[in-house]
């Protein structure tokens, strides 16, 4: 029983950072309908943000670190839209996708050149003392930054859909996802909402990677395979839609540990995206997309 | 550049990759200077610059009645096997080495060796432990042990130092070197009547392991072996220490770099690997290389250093019996090797690439490499 509970803390821990980083997938997906496969490297670079602060300002505490993080990451995703993928909105898919691929390696280079290419961990500055309570009752080993990794995830998903649906930002950024060619002639900012959508995009990434590099590590390159494996959590919920990203991150993040904890580590990767796989032949759209439909 | 001037330069650019080594022993060094194991590719590469500034203060390798300069290539492989075969082409074809040392990874020095063979160019690796990366080839040498014996080693300080009956092992499937010496452990053990109590993988890049350690921490194993390398096993052992696994924990060589108690901190105290030497040695040809190291670089050289120092110095005194700065007559002397003392421990091949070498075991204590014991073969 105790080994069940650990098993879906686990899952839970690692499921609410990828969703961390689906959600800025499926935002970016949503207003302009690009996949931006920068968004791993942004979320590399949150983590590095967070390292740096952390190393540079040691009286700081977490909840002062995080959100300067997140900001600067926010800056930085901001500032690729503009100056990166702006220009290209009018021109064919492809093109944006190549330059998204090239301000991704371009990232990891300059992470590689600045930092350094070992592997590092921010010090952590939750507290890594087991949760008594939970050692009482279910006889679990769980400690503190584990929980807080999962509930702090949870609050800014949370936050994140009131905004969304509850603003006058979010209506803009929902009626953006719905017609990007009309809503400007409602008087709406169109370059405004989509700046802002990659802010908050990256900003969740930045969280995502500065629990990433407290919990497991950070290295130049961790943005590629976390990124995939987002993008995936993203499109099992239906990519452009928020509840469907966390959804399939959660999804994505129980398979792989039930599988290693009752069939076979070996088996990991091949059960949970067979599975995945089997889930998209049945689902297209993803369990909470929209099916595309055309206007003729 | 316009097409003319590239056409004016093509002569010039296949002159020089022609020309002929003229008074230079020129060696190639596949290294992963970039990518996860970083940290080691830069001591390979300082052990093999001292190796050969020390011998170029020295006015040279005398070879066959001439003095030659000796210059090192190194390249990054980023320990990638496609890149180390790409580095190991580039060595081969166009920077016209007479021998490679390298790389180090199991999968890398494997990656490369067929190359190197087909060749005709001697491979001294100077950590690839795997059994694999010389079997059946001429040209392909090391300056270790292989996981065979090291596997042994770890299991025999398991079921007896620390008196395990049972155990479990977390490694990643892969990469040649942590699958072949975790299924050395696990057969050795079974042989000295322990029982195995979980034997779980994960895939290079992972760095959740919580849902094989929960796994482990149930089965309750007496010791926890990890066959991993130096920038994983600290996230390892620090996620089963968080998930209540108390038992003591073994690793192997690819244990041994500054980098492990960096990124570990305390959490790594305790806890024992078996290597290829111990800078507490007292041998003092060691202690010389040691000492010369640490004033260059500021740090105590890793395994790997030491190794590709014994790797360098083992091609010299190869280039100075053959006589002459030829692949060919460099393989015929390295096989040839006999009784030669390295910082790692002699070496001599008896008609295989793999010298029999003894192994230490090395405790980890306040961030210190300490050492525990030596065991022979």
Redesign the interface.
Known sequence: ME?VV??LL??A??GAVYALIALGYSMVYGVIRLINFAHGDIFMVGGFAGLLLALRFTWMPLWALMPLAMLLTALLGVAIERVAYRRLRQAQRMSLVITALGVGIFLENLV?LGV??????IPSRMP?T?VAWLQDALGV?V?WD?LLIIFVSLALMALLWAVVHRTLLGTAMRAVADDKDVVPLMGVNLNRVIAVTFAIGSALAAAGGVF?GQA??L?P??GI?LGWKAFIAAVIGGIGSIEGAVLGSFLLAGV???T??YLS??L??GIAFGLLILLLLIWPSGLLGRPASKKV | MTKTAWTALLPLLLLGACKPGGNELKIGVSAPLTGDISALGQSTKNAALLAQDEANAAGGLSVGGKTLKVRFVVEDDENKPESTATVFQKLINQDRVVAIIGSQSSKCANAGAPIAESAGIPQVTPWATNPNVTKGRKFVFRACFIDPFQGKVVAQFAAGRLKARTAAVLYDIASDYNKGIAEVFRDEFAKLGGTLAGFETYNTKDTDFSAQLTKIKAAKPDVLFLPNYFNEVPLQVQQARKLGITAPILGGDGWDNPELVKLGGGVMDGASFSNHYSPDTSDPGAQAFIAKYKARFGSVPDAAAALTYDAAQLLFKAAGTAGKAEPRALRDALAATSGFKGVTGTITYGGSGDPVKGAVMIRIENGRFVFDSAVNP
Do not use: C, W
């Open positions: 080994t650990q098993q686990n899952a821990q690692l590689r350094g290419p070992e592997t590092r961990q890594t087991p080993s400690t584990k990433f497991y590590s290295d390159y961790m395979d792989e540990v039930l290693v904890a580590s070996n990991k990767n």
